[in-house]
Structures are given as structure tokens and as C-alpha cells.
């Protein structure tokens, strides 16, 4: 029998915007004017709040919103290992209105994982040493939400392509003599994170992969070219590497998120991929064991709907359909969109969820009116 999980029709990434108040919080902690005690007092009530926001709109399965990464989602992997050749994560406060403003009002191309020094999956980084777990993120984020939930609680981790592609291997032959050696030692580690988050009771886990869309994406495509590498038997080994990790794990529901970057969308501050899924669509959909897939589909940069044609059976299509910037999108508009992936697809393979990086452009008003909208239409349409 299938999990209640598998086919619940409202959902989100899993990061919310991070109060201005946590993020000065984080800053002061790092710099020494506060204790454990009082950032740990701060991320308590945090969490506590955007828990209970989640419930009171009726969202099935909730998060955390990341908010104990202080450095954004990859943390959950570049913050709990040692070995690569990285700086220190640093909190930061958020940027001024101002700027926000100038970066919505010239949209450009958004570049990362460039080579170069900078913070673990951050930046494309050489290794040390083999890479050890030092710290299981995942335990903490769920001893805590999971003590403050009365819903399910979902948690989310990077995935071993996203890890691989920030692998910078050319330099680091001495440890790890290919990527098939380095994405073992990956997928041992993120295992036994999963192992104890799922031995304390979590049912439900996205696993983040936005570096699936390079392999349509010309830029990033080319650099791959340059350094020697087949995209097409990246993407393979990243396949192998994600069904392995999530092997072996019965009665949990595990999810993909596959994006396409979060300055994206109708009119948004920028882009960090270029193509659409439609080229990559039957190979992943059909190859990765997953249950549920997170899509983008907020745009007409992300393709037709008609890549969800290749979805099997088994499996449900979670569509972005809700941009991570702007006003509140009408509930017609999402209706007309589910309408238009049933040609492709049987409603009941299909859920909503908005596009990912709702911390980065929305006000908290936005936020949450969004998931309202979301849990609002889900409502109506699956009763």
C-alpha cells in the first residue's frame, strides 16, 4: 500500500524565507556577541512559527525551512563533512531592499560553482582528504521539528549529482582517483544520514538535484566538453548514484527535486539555466526510483507540460506552477494549468508545489499567501 506521502497533492521545496531577525542572529553568534543559548533560543522560535504557519494553512507534510542553514540548502551536505578544500560558511545579513530591487530590475544569467576558493558545494572545490561525516545536519533539524510538529515533517538533503559536479576530481587524483570513488564515499555518508533521521521516525525526504538541468543547459554543457567529460555519462552515473542512495529504505517516501534554479520564473531577477526538461525527461523520469518528482514549471523557460507524458504509473508529478517572486497568482491560473497537464497525465499522478527559492525575492506576506493559494486549490480540485 502506498504512503499517504506518495500522492499528497500540496507540497513545497522546503526552504521559507529566513526572518531579517534569525539571519542578524547568526551573524551576531558568529561574531561572538551572543550565546549558544540565545541563537538556540532564536531558532526554536523560528522554527516553532513558520511550523505552525504551514499547519494552519493545512499543507499534509511540513518543514523546517531550512532555517538552521544558515548558508542556504547545500549546507546540509557541505556542512556536515570535512575534506574539501574549503573556506568557513559565514552568515551574512540580508541585502538591502535596494539592492533586492536593482537585481529584479536587471535580469541576467546567475553563475555558481565556479572553480575558485569559496565554501563546500558552493563552489567547484578539490578535496583534501576522503571526505568524513563530522556532523549529521539532518538529526538536529529533525529532533527539533519534529518535537514541534503535529504534521509529518519532510526533510531535505542535496543529492550526490549536484555534490559531483562541485567536485573539482582534475586536482584531486591523489585522494580520489576518479568520480566513481568519490561518489561512494558521497553516497556511504548521505546513507547514514538518511539512516538515523529515518530510524528517528521521518517518512518523508526530498533529495535536491538542480544540477540535472545542466545537461540541457548549452553554457554548462560546454564546459563539461571542455574538461573532457561525456554530459550524457554524467547524468548516467548520477542516476546509478541516486538509486543507490535511496535504496533499501522501505515505508519511506523519498522525492526528487529537479530545478532549474531560484532566480527564474515570469519576469524574475535572473536565470541559472538555460533549455527545458523535455530533452532529459524520459531518461530521469523513467530511471530514477523515486516516488515524487518536484518540477518547475512556472514558466514557459521550463518547457511544455508534455515532458510528463514519460511519467510511469507509479509515480507522482509535483509541478511548480507558483513563481518565487511577485503577487499571489490567481487560483484560475492554477486550475488552467492542472487542466492542461491532464492531457499528459491522470490528475491523480499530479500534485502543486510552488518553484523553489521563496527566500530569496518574497516578502513573508507573499510566502505564505502563495501556500495558502496552493493548499486553497489542492482543496478544491482532490477534495
Known amino acids: 500500500m ?27 553568534h558568529h561574531a561572538g556577541q551572543i550565546d549558544d ?9 523560528a522554527v516553532r512559527d513558520v511550523l505552525r504557519r504551514q499547519e494552519q494553512i493545512g499543507l499534509p507534510v511540513v ?17 556536515a563533512v570535512e575534506g574539501f578544500d574549503a573556506l568557513p560558511y559565514v552568515p551574512t545579513r540580508r541585502s538591502s531592499a535596494a539592492a533586492r530591487q536593482a537585481a529584479v530590475a536587471t535580469p541576467h544569467r546567475v553563475e555558481s560553482g565556479v572553480s ?15 571526505l568524513e561525516l563530522v556532523h549529521n545536519l539532518l538529526a538536529d533539524e529533525y529532533a ?11 526533510l531535505t538533503l542535496i543529492g550526490p549529482d549536484r555534490i559531483s559536479q ?27 544520514m538518511l539512516s538515523e533521521v529515518i530510524a528517528a521516525g521521518c517518512r518523508y525526504i526530498q533529495i535536491d538535484e538542480p544540477g540535472y538541468t545542466a545537461y540541457v543547459d548549452p553554457p554548462l554543457v560546454e564546459r563539461m566538453h571542455a574538461r573532457g567529460e561525456d554530459p550524457r555519462l554524467n547524468m548516467q552515473r548520477s542516476i546509478r548514484a541516486d538509486n543507490a542512495l535511496i535504496a533499501g529504505f522501505p515505508d519511506v517516501t523519498f522525492a526528487v527535486h529537479i530545478c532549474r534554479g531560484n532566480g527564474g520564473g515570469r519576469g524574475g531577477p535572473g536565470w541559472h539555466r538555460e533549455g527545458s526538461y523535455d530533452a532529459i525527461a524520459e531518461e530521469l523520469f523513467r530511471e530514477l526510483n523515486f516516488d515524487r518528482f518536484l518540477l518547475e514549471y512556472d514558466s514557459d523557460a521550463a518547457g511544455s507540460l508534455e515532458a510528463l507524458r514519460f ?11 507558483v513563481s518565487n517572486h511577485g503577487d499571489v497568482e490567481s487560483p484560475d491560473y492554477l486550475r488552467q494549468r ?3 497537464a491532464t492531457r499528459y497525465l491522470p490528475l491523480e499522478q499530479l500534485a502543486i508545489c510552488p518553484r523553489c527559492g521563496f527566500g530569496s525575492a518574497l516578502t513573508e506576506e507573499q510566502q505564505w499567501g502563495k501556500l495558502e493559494l496552493i493548499q486553497r486549490v489542492a482543496d478544491e480540485v482532490w477534495r
Open 2 to 28: 502506498r504512503s499517504p506521502f506518495h500522492t499528497a497533492r500540496s507540497d513545497h521545496t522546503g526552504a521559507l524565507r529566513t526572518p531579517d531577525w534569525l539571519r542578524d542572529l547568526y551573524v551576531e
Open 37 to 45: 543559548g540565545a541563537l538556540r533560543s532564536g531558532q526554536v522560535r
Open 63 to 79: 518543514t523546517d525551512g531550512e532555517l538552521l542553514r544558515f548558508a542556504g540548502f547545500q549546507q546540509s551536505f557541505g556542512g
Open 116 to 130: 575558485g576558493p569559496g565554501t563546500a558545494i558552493y563552489n567547484r572545490l578539490p578535496v583534501k582528504h576522503r
Open 144 to 154: 527539533l521539528s519534529s518535537s514541534l510538529a503535529t504534521h509529518p515533517v519532510k
Open 166 to 192: 562541485r567536485f573539482e576530481y582534475e586536482h584531486s587524483r591523489d585522494v580520489y582517483p576518479d568520480m566513481d570513488a568519490f561518489l561512494a564515499d558521497v553516497i556511504d555518508i548521505e546513507r547514514r
Open 311 to 321: 511519467m510511469p504509473p507509479d509515480k507522482t508529478a509535483v509541478l511548480g506552477l
Open 338 to 340: 492542472l487542466d492542461e
